[in-house]
Every structure is written in C-alpha cells, then in structure tokens.
C-alpha cells in the first residue's frame, strides 16, 4: 500500500495530476506576478488588489466555499445580507475608489453580493449623480450616509413590467403640483409596475424613480426622482406597496422586487435637477442631451466589462488547470511513458480553451481604459457644470456620446462572450463540470442576466449602429470629420473598393494591421447598411444584422487598440513576446476565425488567407501557447477562494480535493434519505395480487362463478 500526500491509503499508484501541474509551473518562462501587474494596470493596483483578496479570504463572513453551491434561495439571501453588512464595516476604512475595486474582486466569488451592495452605491448614487445637483449628491450620499452603506439603501427604479429597453416609453408619472409644490409619483396600471428593482423586495429605503414629468398638462418626458419607501422602522410608507418576485434563474441572493405607487407625495426638490429642472412656478427646463439621464448606466457597464474579465479568467483557469492534470486516452502520437493523455494536449482541446485564455488578457486592457476614461468624463462634465461653462459642458457631452458608443459595444460584446468561455470551459471538464462544486453551473446562472439588464445585448447593438452608419453617411455625403473612438470613420471613401486588406500570412501576424481590418470591416458593413437603409425609406430596424455586426466588431476594435497601446508603453520587454502571442490568438480565433462570414463578404481578406487561419494559423498558436499555460493563468491571481472550485485549485490535485469536498458536503453516512419511507413503500410492496386480496384468483373465480 502507498500513501499518497493527502494521507490516503491507496493499494496501488493512482493518478497524480498534481505532478502534472507542478512541472508545468515549475518551467515558466516569465514571472507571473509581473504578467499579473500588466493585467491589473499597475504592480500598485496589483498589490493593493492581492491585500484586498488576502483580507477577504481570512474573512469568516466574506470568505467563499463550497457550501455556498447547496444554499436555498432564503439561505442565499440572509447570507448577502450578513454579508453587505460585513462589507459597510470595510467601506468606512477605505476610499470609494478602493471599495469599487473590493466589490470588483467580490464579483469573481459572490457576484449576488457585489450586485446587491452596486445597486446603492452604483445605480442609486450614480443616477444622483449624473442628474442630480452637486448639493443634492452631496445631502443624498454624503449628509444621509448612503455612500457609507448606513442610513439610507436605495434602489434603481427604471425598468417596468411593460417596459425594459425602451426607457423613454416608461409609464409611471411625476405629475407637478404647483399649489403644493410637491410631484406626485403614480403607477397609472400595472403595465407601469416597477418591476426587477434589486432591494426593493426588502432593503431598500429609497428609490430613484425614472417616471414621466408631468407639468401643467404637459408631458416633458422621463425623468429621475429620489421617493422614500420606507421609514426609519423600515415600514413602507404610505401610498407605496412593494412585494417579491420570487425565484430567478441564478442571483437570488438579490431581493429583486415591484413597486407600485399610488398617488406618492414628494417634495420637488426631491427630483434630481442639474440639467432638467422645474421651478416653484413650473416653468421647466430642459437639458442639452436627453441621454444624460442614463448615464448612471454607465458605472454599471464598466463593471460588467471589468466583471467579463475576471469571470473569464476564472474559468478559463479552472478548465485549463483540469485540462492539464486530467488524463484520457492515449494519442495516436503518445509520449512513451505508458500514461494516458492530458486532455490539453489535444489539439482540438486546446483550440477549444486556449482562445478564451487570450480572450481574457485582451479584454483587461480594455475594462480598465473603460474605468477610467468613464471616471475622467464624468468628473470633467461635473466641473463645467459647477462652474456653467457652457462650453465644457458641450465638450463633455460629445464625450458622453463617444462613451455610449464604447460602453454599449463592450458591455454586449464581452457579456455575450464571458457567458459563451463559461458554458464551454464546463462542457470541457466533461462531467466534473456538471457538478455545482466545480462552480460552473451557479456561475452560468448568475451571469447571463449581465447580457440582459442595463441594456438588452442586442438593442445596445441596434443603438451602436445607428450613430456609426450616420457618421458614414454624413461622411460620404458631406465629407465630416469623425472624431472620438471612431474617427477611423472618416476614411470611409477609401475604402469603398474591394480590396483586401490582410493579405498575406504574415499580414495575420501583424496585429496592427489586423486592427485595420477590423476598421475596414466595420466601414465597409456600414455603408452596406446605408444602401439597405436608403433602400426602406431611412427605417433603422432594417439594418438590425448590419448594427449587431458593427457593434461587435467596435468592440474588439476598441479592445485590441487599447491592448496593443498597453503592450506599447510596457517597460518589461521580456513579457512582450507572450503578449503578443496572446493578441495574435485573440485576433486569430476570436476576431477574425468568428467573424470570418463579414471579412469574407466584405473583401477585408481573401478565402485562401481564412482558410489558412482557421485550418493552420491558429492551431499553430495554440501549439505555441501550450507550455505556457500554467504560467499565463497563475499570472491572473486569482485565490483558491475566489476560483472555488474542487477540480481548480492552485495544487491541481484534482480528485482528492473534489471527493473531500463532496464528502464535507455530503457525509457518507446519510445513506437513507428523508424520503426514504417513499422508496421503501415502493421497494417493499406486496405482490399485485396480494394486494387485491386474491379477489381475480382462480380460485375467487371457481367460487364467484357458481
């Protein structure tokens, strides 16, 4: 007998995945943490990051395990509530920048939690403050302790039972009463219910209410509004009724809710008024761009890019780290040393993970030029209205408009792909992934709301064309200069032809010219799409295929810009080649091999140089990237806890960590279960005809019948 580094006796060697990854690891070629330091923006932000992680994971409130897999929804629930609690005792030792990155980290673990503590201080505070007063951000978040998770917790009121995606067709009414000076908050039918309000159900005080302005008969719109729910005993207050929407797909640890309000009293202050405002007479004033109004969407949709990141990374290591210490089958090749095959070394296996891998480091690139681009536009936009500087406030706005661009294109993009790497990293760990320990299965549930809430993927795409295939036209018809993140758009007659733009093998290598393409592609789709829409006379929902294209491709224009200006700037030349190899399989497989129908279409490259990619060039990547594996997915960080999965940990010992956690979970000795007494009524039963008392015997017929 042997006994193997867990203390289980075995009678002979059993499998050893964990040698496996160690020798792997052991021959990095690079520094993990200093790979690390390029995906989180900075070794400070790293360190700080690794210090957050550190604390969490010592926590006893805050620190994940695979008990978190078998909770019931009430279970979910109070345990997010202890949870936010915990959290608040945080919040009052650091800056709001520093909590926003802890919540970020918590997203990988308990993405409930993180979204549950984001509706206050993200959407609540975030609608104040892109439509509030200076004065008012400061009375609602600062004054009433919002901000510090104390005082107040409010919700996010705009979605209705009727209404999601199309905001401006919201129903619910501010009706101003000029004798009282009070707004009126009213559902006038139930299609006007506010419906999804995460908090409502049962934390919530407060709600920023999106309703329709009402003034002196006139209706001026959809607006925001701060209306209390509940008073300081956590009763509703009058007028106002709340309830529960029950059990969702995955988050229910999220107390999402409805509202319905009838005939509310607020005083008219409490509408938010640094753009539209109504003044004791109701005279009403309206703002320079209506959008701004929505611009507490966009805090949320560079969480979702950074959260795209990170779940990403997540189960990419999971799947690779399986990949790696997993063995099946010997192939054809084999290796001679009598073992079966690690599944990575499959070549279809590794076509299958070692995209999504890339797919990771190039979109952390992007969220964190998305963070901070948000965050500097936003400040420039509060000061020239401070200071009613017109003409910064103009300036800030055509920034907005490039932001809604960039965020809408790559909150749809990157949830839509994040949602794909976790239903094919668990399809690829076989029938380990199936299990809820392994952490596939909560993770999927959880996430693909991100692909629904603040902003349905595909009309977030149909509102990313429409500008793009304008800026074309205007292009075309009258020669504009396009500025912002698309002002590629101005070489649009250029390339009206139909020359190919990749052109040659190496042409695939050279990332900047791949860029091009991209640019070209998008061009050369949009202008397909103002022939469709000249054709069916200017309707934008005849080019709904054009713009879910266009969107897309922004997005990993906007995302390879940004990673290729990161890898510019980067001092440490010896990770440089690994970079490079990463965008070249990102661009290889995500980029060009998927959307390989437009670049065919469209003449961005010839049918010889697709197949090429798709039949040599990326298995030939992924070759390249192999040993390297170990390597690129320690470089993400990410804690056991955080990963919480059996089959993922750092040690890759694979089988012992996931039977002792099915056992922790399970004991062996409940082996007769509370509904025991069903399986033994059927097991145990009598014979049929025992059981009819033997009255269709033979016998009974020999006497019945005489």
């Known amino acids: 007998m042997t006994f193997s580094s867990t203390n289980t006796v075995s009678t002979s060697k059993g499998p050893d995945p964990q040698a496996s990854i160690a020798a792997e690891r052991a021959a990095a070629k690079f520094n993990?943490?200093?790979?690390?330091?390029?995906?989180?923006?900075?070794?400070e932000r790293a360190e700080s990051n690794k210090d957050m992680i550190q604390q969490m994971e010592r926590d006893p409130i805050l620190a994940a395990d695979s008990k978190y897999y078998d909770l019931t929804k009430d279970e979910q629930r109070e345990l997010t509530a202890v949870r936010i609690n915990r959290l608040a005792r945080y919040i009052e030792t650091e800056n709001f920048e520093d909590f926003n990155r802890r919540l970020s980290l918590v997203?990988?673990?308990?993405?409930?939690?993180?979204?549950?503590?984001?509706?206050?201080?993200?959407?609540?505070?975030?609608?104040?403050?892109g439509n509030?007063?200076?004065?008012?951000?400061n009375y609602w978040a600062l004054t009433k302790e919002t901000a510090y998770l104390k005082g107040l917790y409010g919700c996010f009121g705009m979605t209705e039972l009727a209404h999601g995606s199309n905001v401006a067709g919201l129903e619910t009414t501010a009706t101003f009463d000029v004798e009282t000076d009070e707004f009126v908050i009213n559902t006038p039918h139930i299609g006007a219910t506010k419906w999804w309000i995460g908090g409502a159900a049962h934390s919530a005080t407060h709600c920023a209410v999106y309703a329709r302005l009402i003034v002196k008969g006139e209706d001026y719109g959809v607006k925001t509004f701060v209306v209390p729910l509940r008073d300081s005993n956590h009763e509703l207050n009058p007028g106002v009724v709340v309830g529960d929407i029950g059990a969702k797909m995955g988050r229910d640890g999220i107390d999402n809710g409805w509202i319905q309000f009838s005939n509310v009293r607020v005083p008219r202050f409490f509408m938010l008024q640094k753009f539209c405002k109504v003044s004791r007479e109701g005279d009403v004033i309206l703002p320079p761009l209506e959008q701004l109004a929505y611009s507490a969407l966009l805090g949320g949709r560079v969480?979702?890019?950074?959260?795209?990141?990170?779940?990403?990374?997540?189960?990419s290591t999971i799947a690779l780290r399986y990949a790696i210490g997993r063995r099946q089958f010997k192939s054809e090749s084999g290796n001679g040393d009598g073992l079966e095959t690690q599944l990575l070394d499959y070549p279809l296996h590794q076509r299958r993970?070692?995209?999504?891998?890339?797919?990771?480091?190039?979109?952390?690139?992007?969220?964190?030029?998305?963070?901070?681009?948000i965050e500097e536009t936003l400040n420039d936009l509060d000061s020239a209205v401070e200071a009613d500087d017109m003409g910064g406030i103009m300036k800030s706005i055509e920034a907005m408009k490039s932001l809604f661009i960039d965020s809408g294109s790559l909150k749809s993009t990157c949830t839509w792909l994040t949602a794909d790497v976790i239903d094919q990293t668990r399809q690829s760990c076989g029938g380990h992934g199936y299990s809820s320990y392994n952490g596939f299965g909560k993770a999927y549930n959880d996430w693909v709301v991100q692909c629904t809430w603040e902003g349905d993927n595909s009309v977030l795409a149909l509102s990313i064309g429409k500008p793009i295939v304008k800026h074309i036209l205007a292009v075309l018809e009258h020669d504009k200069k396009v500025k912002g993140s698309v002002s590629f758009l101005s070489d649009t007659k250029q390339f009206l032809n139909t020359e190919p733009v990749l052109k040659t093998e190496d042409d695939l290598k050279d990332l900047r010219k791949v860029l091009r393409a991209i640019e070209v592609a998008i061009i050369r789709i949009g202008v397909q799409a103002t022939k469709v829409l000249k054709a069916n006379n200017g309707s934008f929902d005849s080019i709904g295929a054009e713009s879910l294209a266009i969107s897309k491709?922004?997005?990993?224009?906007?995302l390879l810009e940004e990673f290729l200006r990161r890898i510019d700037e980067l001092d440490n030349q010896s990770l440089k080649p690994f970079l490079i190899t990463m965008g070249q399989l990102y661009t290889a497989s995500i980029v060009l091999d998927k959307f390989a129908g437009e670049f065919l279409t469209y003449s961005v490259l010839p049918t010889e140089l697709a197949s090429y990619n798709s039949g040599t060039y990326i298995p030939e990547l992924c070759k390249k990237v192999r040993p390297d594996v170990v390597a690129l997915t320690d470089s993400f960080q990410q804690s056991d806890m955080m990963i919480n999965s059996a089959i993922g940990n750092y040690d890759g010992n694979i089988y012992e960590n996931y039977f002792k956690t099915v056992k922790d979970n399970n004991p062996p000795f409940n082996t007769k279960a509370p509904y025991s007494e069903a399986l033994e009524a059927m097991l145990n039963r009598g014979s049929k005809d025992a059981r009819e008392r033997s009255e269709k015997s033979g016998e009974a017929a020999k006497i019945l019948s005489k």
Request: aromatic share 12%.
């Open 553 to 558: 491709l922004k997005a990993h224009h906007y």
């Open 132 to 137: 509030g007063t200076f004065e008012q951000l």
């Open 107 to 129: 997203g990988v673990f308990d993405p409930q939690l993180s979204t549950r503590v984001g509706v206050n201080l993200g959407l609540f505070l975030s609608c104040i403050r």
């Open 353 to 373: 993970l070692l995209p999504f891998l890339a797919l990771s480091y190039v979109i952390s690139s992007g969220a964190l030029k998305l963070e901070r681009t």
């Open 303 to 315: 969480m979702m890019v950074l959260d795209s990141f990170r779940t990403s990374a997540r189960f």
């Open 32 to 43: 993990p943490e200093e790979m690390h330091y390029f995906l989180e923006g900075s070794k």
